[in-house]
């Protein structure tokens, strides 16, 4: 991906904590796809990625670590 673009995204979304935007990075195929992420980013927290719609999705279930985890033992 060039530089620059991904320089000029990292300034447009500076409120967005750096490891969220360093994960939707390496999730993103290139910086079109990488701005339709950031783009799609919820503003309500904990959120998740989720790799079969390819976005960050608002957790609705925090433990749902946990009860998968129970449900499959």
């Keep these: 991906m060039d530089d620059n673009v991904i ?3 990292r300034k447009r979304y500076s409120k967005l904590h750096p ?3 360093q994960r939707s990075r390496e ?3 290139n910086e079109t796809h990488l701005f339709d992420i950031l783009e799609s980013i919820p503003e309500k927290y904990p959120i998740i990625w989720d790799d079969v719609l390819g976005l960050w999705v608002v957790c609705k279930d925090i433990n749902f670590q946990k009860k998968f985890l129970e449900k499959n033992k």
């Design 27 to 29: 999730f993103a195929k």
């Design 7 to 9: 320089e000029g995204l």
């Design 19 to 21: 490891l969220i935007f």
